[in-house]
T-cell receptor, first 110, second 113 residues
Framework: RKEVEQDPGPFNVPEGATVAFNCTYSNSASQSFFWYRQDCRKEPKLLMSVYSSGNEDGRFTAQLNRASQYISLLIRDSKLSDSATYLC???????????FGAGTRLFVKA | ETGVTQSPTHLIKTRGQQVTLRCSSQ?????VSWYQQALGQGPQFIFQYYREEENGRGNFPPRFSGLQFPNYSSELNVNALELDDSALYLC????????????FGPGTRLLVL
């Protein structure tokens, strides 16, 4: 079993749709969680951190469920510019080991 | 932009050769992590350097080695290159009060023939 697993993609959605990505992690001692966005042939860029209380940034909402070892990202009112690969990231042991999921590809169509 | 720079941007090597990749961290950051990203995969953690010491390592063989300098810039060295080493190599810097948030450079694309 992979340490971080994400929904297989790709997701193809129309503009304005709501889309949700899921991610599970295997190490119950994992400490920090993030979502990164990666555009084609570019470096990953931080989208948002994920906290136990949940957090929201505009159209993006991230949730963490430590009991189920599950992280989610919700994108509301999808834009064409949201088309990218979304990477779930887990940090263990004070950030010494960072584990990325394989990513979920999102295509938003007009 | 993150302020993290990497060089070179692209590199072609042949099997068995050695390569050195370079990374300059964002101002104020004391930690650099290196990742290998194969096509269609997420980045795989190679190792992390904090204040010139290796601070954690992923599942990569010893022919992957690194160095961090007093100005916190870093090098990744790969010896005895194999075809499977062809990938995008990313470095990320962190620190300066937000220790765990990592900011990535644009990467170096390595092709091993």
């Amino acid at each position: 079993r992979k340490e971080v697993e994400q929904d297989p993609g790709p997701f193809n959605v129309p503009e304005g749709a709501t889309v949700a990505f899921n991610c599970t992690y295997s190490n119950s001692a994992s400490q920090s969680f993030f979502w990164y966005r990666q555009d084609c042939r570019k470096e990953p860029k931080l989208l948002m951190s994920v906290y136990s209380s949940g957090n929201e940034d505009g159209r993006f909402t991230a949730q963490l469920n430590r009991a189920s070892q599950y992280i989610s990202l919700l994108i509301r009112d999808s834009k064409l510019s949201d088309s990218a690969t979304y990477l779930c990231v887990v940090l263990n042991t004070g950030g010494f080991k960072t584990i990325f999921g394989a990513g979920t590809r999102l295509f938003v169509k007009a | 932009e993150t302020g993290v720079t990497q060089s070179p941007t692209h590199l072609i090597k042949t099997r068995g050769q050695q390569v050195t990749l370079r990374c300059s961290s964002q101002s104020g950051h004391n930690t650099v992590s290196w990742y290998q990203q194969a096509l269609g995969q997420g980045p795989q953690f190679i190792f992390q350097y904090y204040r010139e010491e290796e601070n954690g390592r992923g599942n990569f063989p010893p022919r992957f080695s690194g160095l961090q300098f007093p100005n916190y810039s870093s090098e990744l060295n790969v010896n005895a290159l194999e075809l499977d080493d062809s990938a995008l190599y990313l470095c990320a810097s962190s620190g300066g009060g937000t220790q765990e948030t990592q900011y990535f450079g644009p990467g170096t694309r390595l092709l091993v023939l």
